[in-house]
Nanobody
Framework: EVQLVESGGGLVQPGGSLRLSCAAS????????VSWARQAPGKGLEWISA????????DYADSVKGRFTISRDNAKNTLYLQMNSLKPDDTAVYYC?????RGQGTQVTVSS
């Protein structure tokens, strides 16, 4: 059974930083590309970043490019999202996703 557990969210001021983590289990993590997505209040799910299985390729939505960095540690079965220069528009529940499944999410709130 695929399990994805996100953590690291919280309340941060505009311009601040957070690092999200996603602990994966139940599948061969190192064989899969994985993604981050988010859902803001009242809006649909937005894909924001992906990384391939060996970290040789990363992709970002225009809305986060240059501010967010995706990475993974296959030895620890963990996906990360470093978020810098956070804006109020980044407020959302953040999910990691693989093979059509996602975790329960972690709330990120950017507010002064």
């Amino acid at each position: 059974e695929v399990q994805l557990v996100e953590s690291g969210g919280g309340l941060v001021q505009p311009g601040g930083s957070l690092r999200l983590s996603c602990a994966a289990s139940g599948f061969i993590f190192s064989s899969y590309a994985v993604s981050w997505a988010r859902q803001a209040p009242g809006k649909g799910l937005e894909w924001i970043s992906a990384i391939n299985s060996d970290s040789s390729r990363t992709d970002y939505a225009d809305s986060v490019k240059g501010r967010f960095t995706i990475s993974r540690d296959n030895a620890k079965n963990t996906l990360y999202l470093q978020m810098n220069s956070l804006k109020p528009d980044d407020t959302a529940v953040y999910y990691c996703a693989v093979a059509g499944q996602r975790g329960q999410g972690t709330q990120v709130t950017v507010s002064s």
